[in-house]
């Protein structure tokens, strides 16, 4: 049974740094597409960041470019989102995601969420 466990998230001013992690249990992850999507109220769930968890290729939006980082720790299993510079317009429930066929494929795997709050 595949476990991705979000924690990270809260509250912080524009211009603030989050960081966001995804502990995931269950199955080998290593030809795995991992990354973060997140949704507004009001919103789709939008997918932020992704990295192909053998080889580490990323792909970030492009309102993100430059301001948040996706990693991932083999040994723990376990991604990662580094955010700077939040702007209010970041706020969003953020969830951890997976796929062994492409994110943009399917997604049968998702976290619980963990909520990102940008004050002006």
């Known amino acids: 049974q595949v476990q991705l466990v979000e924690s990270g998230g809260g509250l912080v001013q524009a211009g603030g740094s989050l960081r966001l992690s995804c502990a995931a249990s269950?199955?080998?992850?290593?030809?795995?597409?991992m990354g973060w999507f997140r949704q507004a109220p009001g919103k789709e769930r939008d997918l932020v960041a992704r990295?192909?968890?053998?080889?580490?290729?990323?792909y970030y939006t492009d309102s993100v470019k430059g301001r948040f980082t996706i990693s991932r720790d083999n040994a723990k299993n376990t991604l990662y989102l580094q955010m700077n510079s939040l702007k209010p317009e970041d706020t969003a429930v953020y969830y951890c995601a997976a796929s062994p066929v492409g994110l943009s494929v399917q997604v049968p795997y998702w976290g619980q969420g963990t909520q990102v709050t940008v004050s002006s």
């Open positions: 269950g199955r080998t992850f290593s030809h795995y597409d």
């Open positions: 990295i192909r968890w053998s080889s580490g290729y990323t």
